[in-house]
């Protein structure tokens, strides 16, 4: 007369996530993240670079002698033109104050 105690099961009763389940989880998470991060960094990385390429690219173009291109000799016996620079110069005034006009 007595009903047999029922005893439920564990997979049974309960249901949800283990822990290894999650942490697997978080894992991947953690890896797709850094995996886009590190994308990011590159990209920024490559547009700098880029960037630089082009005032140089600039730089070269204003200044023939700064590409690493020899003066051209004009066999009068002189010597060759002094190399000039194409940045601009900071007054004393800027350089005490730190402020710069451009």
Do not use: C, W
């Not at 007369?1 to 389940?21: K, W």
């Amino acid at each position: 007369m007595n009903a047999p105690l029922r005893h439920e099961t564990r997979h049974g009763s309960q249901s949800g996530f283990t822990l290894v389940e999650l942490s697997i989880v978080l894992v991947i998470v953690g890896l797709i993240i850094a995996g886009v991060l590190k994308g990011q960094e590159l990209l920024e990385n490559t547009r700098m670079k880029a960037s630089l390429s082009q005032v140089e690219a600039i730089r070269a173009a204003g200044d023939p002698q700064d590409s690493g291109k020899q003066a051209a000799d004009t066999g009068d016996g002189e010597p060759a033109p002094e190399r000039r620079s194409i940045a601009r110069q900071t007054t004393k005034k800027e350089e005490k104050t730190g402020r710069y006009s451009f």
